[in-house]
């Protein structure tokens, strides 16, 4: 069998085993070529169709209107926070950012480099919610309204688009929920992410930004985070990750196979909702600390042996769940505890083996 490991990683994360079967067939010659995909020039007839029909995929998937346009640049999800605000922060010099958690922190953090940042409602001092709309200040004159979609460390997920009353373009990080779920695209001005969490490994990031956003960069905006230059060379202005992109078009692929997001968001619905049910039948055994109504879908952190979590147990656990080959449930430094993973390659039955683990663990140890 090989390769039976249960990954419940938060990223790199599991790619559906199909389409790593694929890979490794045609890795030594793609397309009976004799050459690997990995040694071809980004300029060649292969690598072109390869870029084409992944951006063809991400618009068929997302149904993107005909005015966005579909990138692919390097620099992961952190380099899609500076390329955000070189790219468009200079509109009026300032924007604001609705922090959720790490991830939009990182990007608001980010982008005060290059210009005002507002944050639409103070830090909360723990995250775990969403304040309500009402509450919060929007500048009518912001370059854009920044959000990030699935807060990836602490398990925040908006339930919603964010209220956009001054219709600046809406701009988020889909690194972790991308093709989870449908989206209206037309709402926004961009949506950006890494393609490591849900759609591919490692090396490339994706970006849907609509046209009129293009060609106003700053004037110190590096080369490779322009988007108006990436957009212009069709997304090969330099060399590209191409056995990323490579491998993101084959998962895509697989999206649009299995249902695409429609199937893809009734199966991680599914899937969490498992998850969430067994941590709210364990007494208070398994505890998440996340508000009900913005609980990820994707990515689930709970704490082991009451609300604040028993350290021993929690390093137990993830010691025994690596016994039956589930790895990568720790969870992230900076706030502990568990946190599993649920992303797309991760199947409902991935979900009952470690719920099975969950309630047997709670019997021996509790
Ligand atoms: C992983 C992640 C990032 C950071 O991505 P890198 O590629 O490591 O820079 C940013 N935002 C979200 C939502 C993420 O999940």
Redesign the pocket.
């Known amino acids: 069998m090989g390769n039976t490991a249960l990954n419940f990683g938060a990223?790199p994360a599991k790619l559906p085993r199909e389409v790593l079967e694929d890979v490794q067939s045609e890795l030594l010659s793609f397309q009976k070529s004799g050459m690997s995909i990995m040694e071809m020039s980004h300029r060649s007839k292969e690598y072109s169709k390869i870029n084409n029909d992944a951006q063809a995929a991400i618009r068929k998937l997302l149904n993107v209107p005909d005015n966005y346009r579909v990138l692919f640049m390097q620099g992961?999800?952190?380099g899609g926070f500076a390329a955000v605000a070189l790219n468009l922060i200079n509109r009026t010099g300032s924007a604001d950012y609705i922090v959720t958690g790490t991830?939009s922190n990182v990007a608001a953090k980010e982008a005060a480099k290059y210009g005002k940042v507002n944050l639409v409602y103070p830090l909360a001092d723990k995250p775990g919610s969403i304040p309500d709309q009402s509450s919060w200040t929007l500048n009518p004159d912001a370059s854009y309204l920044y959000y990030?979609d699935?807060e990836?460390v602490d398990g925040v997920e908006f339930p919603f688009i964010p209220n956009n009353p001054h219709n600046v373009p809406l701009v988020a990080?889909m690194?972790?929920s991308i093709m989870t779920k449908a989206v209206d695209v037309s709402k926004f001005g961009v949506i950006f992410?890494?393609a490591?969490?849900n759609i591919g490994p490692a090396g490339v990031v994706f970006v849907i930004i609509r046209e009129d956003l293009l060609g106003k960069p700053m004037d110190m905006c590096p080369t490779i985070l322009n988007f108006t230059h990436i957009n212009k060379s069709n997304s090969v202005h330099n060399t590209p990750a191409t056995l990323s992109v490579y491998i993101m078009e084959k998962v895509l692929q697989w999206i649009i196979k299995n249902g695409g997001v429609e199937g893809m968001q009734k199966q991680s619905l599914e899937k969490s909702n498992l998850l969430y049910q067994t941590l709210a039948n364990s007494n208070g055994y398994y505890s998440c600390p996340i508000d009900q109504n913005v609980r990820s879908r994707i990515n689930i952190p709970f704490r082991v042996g009451g609300e604040k979590g028993n350290e021993e147990l929690e390093a137990k656990f993830l010691e025994e769940a690596e016994k039956l080959k589930m790895y990568q449930l720790k969870g992230h430094r900076s706030v502990g505890g568990i946190r599993a993973s649920l992303y797309n390659a991760i199947s409902k039955q991935d979900v009952s083996l470690l719920i099975k683990f969950m309630e047997e663990f709670q019997r021996a140890h509790s």
């Open positions: 990223g992961g999800g952190l991830w990030c699935n990836t990080d690194s972790s992410g890494g490591q969490k």
